[in-house]
């Protein structure tokens, strides 16, 4: 089974303004009142950019890149509310995108959005049932959010040639999602995960084999942690592996930090502890620029009938003009630096190869 997984997908605020529909600019930000904020900073710093664009233009050369590796399934975080309707929640930042650009998803073939996280209910409740409303029709299935309880916490079901994969989401406080988001028996919201403590993963490990079935393949995708910063947290560390040793699970998709994060393979399988963002609209925004927010990744993972991680290859690409293009040889240098060095804690190395980087596993890495 092959699948294309990344981090986090902001399709929102700036970018939405940039697409043949635009929600209204406004913004409730304490620095910036309109969306069309966020373009200007870009097109300052790196050109201008077109408008409208087509729905393909943000995903720019990473089309070509996925569709090379034939994936069975793609699967995004997607950080951002579609809605042009609904009341803004009172944290600082929402990002919205209309329903009309639904294009911008599909437009790259995604089979899954994982909805929980931070962003998907910046504009209420409605802007969440419009959300999924936007999503359904397209052909996307979602996992992590829905209109009660039950439908937050049931999987993506996944079915291709290649077996079919169940997807779990959960969002986690320390990501920054408000816990009255937190879906009920009657209430839309997100799978909200309350405990990373031990035995958390016990009631999570019972709601798997609830719905796996023979020869399923598990996924759970994990909205968690700060934006920025390299630790991993030891709680953090066991609860993949719980997750792994108890309930089963062939790969931890974690992401919320904004550049990417160590990888680690625990008896076989594959904990991605962060998959940084993907796409966004920070272009032209200072401060952090130790991290290089604007290289990003896109992961590859090949897996064999048991869940067991066959290889994983990571294609670098840098944002430029709210759109993702090919990363240089040193931005890529760069990166297998700095991702060698985080993963060598877990017992992995990084290794630059004709198409992007490879992970390599400790007797391979040498």
């Given at each position: 089974m092959r699948i294309f997984l990344c981090g986090d997908v902001m399709t929102g605020r700036g970018i939405d303004q940039?697409?043949?529909r635009a929600c209204d600019p406004v913004l409730y930000?304490?620095?910036?009142?309109?969306a069309l904020g966020y373009l200007a900073l870009a097109e300052r710093a790196s050109g201008e950019i077109p408008r409208p664009a087509s729905f393909e233009?943000?995903?720019?050369?990473?089309?070509?890149v996925i569709a090379a590796r034939r994936p069975d399934f793609r699967i995004i975080n997607l950080e951002t509310s579609i809605t042009d309707d609904g009341t803004h929640e009172p944290k600082g930042i929402n990002y919205r995108m209309h329903p009309g650009n639904i294009g911008c998803i599909t437009?790259?073939?995604?089979?899954?959005?994982?909805l929980a996280n931070n962003h998907v209910l910046d504009w209420g409740v409605s802007g969440l049932l419009d959300t999924l409303?936007?999503?359904?029709p397209a052909g996307v299935t979602v996992a992590g959010a829905g209109v009660d309880r039950n439908a937050a916490a049931a999987p993506a079901l996944l079915q291709g040639s290649a077996g079919r994969l169940l997807v779990f989401a959960f969002a986690y406080s320390s990501s920054g999602v408000p816990d009255h988001w937190a879906a009920k028996p009657a209430r839309p919201g997100v799978n909200f995960l309350r405990s990373l403590g031990p035995g958390s993963g016990t009631k999570i490990a019972a709601d798997i084999e609830a719905w796996r079935q023979p020869g399923d393949l598990v996924l759970v995708s994990l909205h968690w942690g700060p934006n920025w910063g390299y630790d991993i947290p030891q709680l953090h560390q066991a609860f993949a592996r719980e997750l792994i040793d108890r309930a089963r699970v062939d790969i931890v998709h974690g992401h919320s930090s904004h550049h990417p994060l160590a990888i680690e393979v625990h008896a076989g399988k594959l904990i991605l502890y962060g998959c940084g963002d993907f796409i966004n609209d920070y272009e032209g925004i200072s401060g952090y620029a130790e991290y290089r927010p604007n290289l990003v990744l896109a992961y590859f993972v090949e897996l064999d009938p048991r869940g067991r991680l066959l290889a994983l290859e990571l294609a670098p690409f840098r944002l430029q003009r709210f759109q993702l293009v090919r990363a240089s040889p040193s931005e890529t240098a760069w990166l297998c630096r700095v991702l060698?060095?985080?993963?060598?804690?877990?017992r992995g190395h990084m290794r630059m190869g004709d198409s992007g980087l490879r992970l390599l596993s400790e007797n391979e890495g040498g």
């Open positions: 940039i697409m043949p930000e304490p620095h910036m009142r309109s233009y943000v995903w720019g050369d990473a089309l070509d437009a790259a073939e995604i089979d899954c959005c994982v409303a936007a999503l359904q060698d060095r985080e993963c060598r804690r877990f």
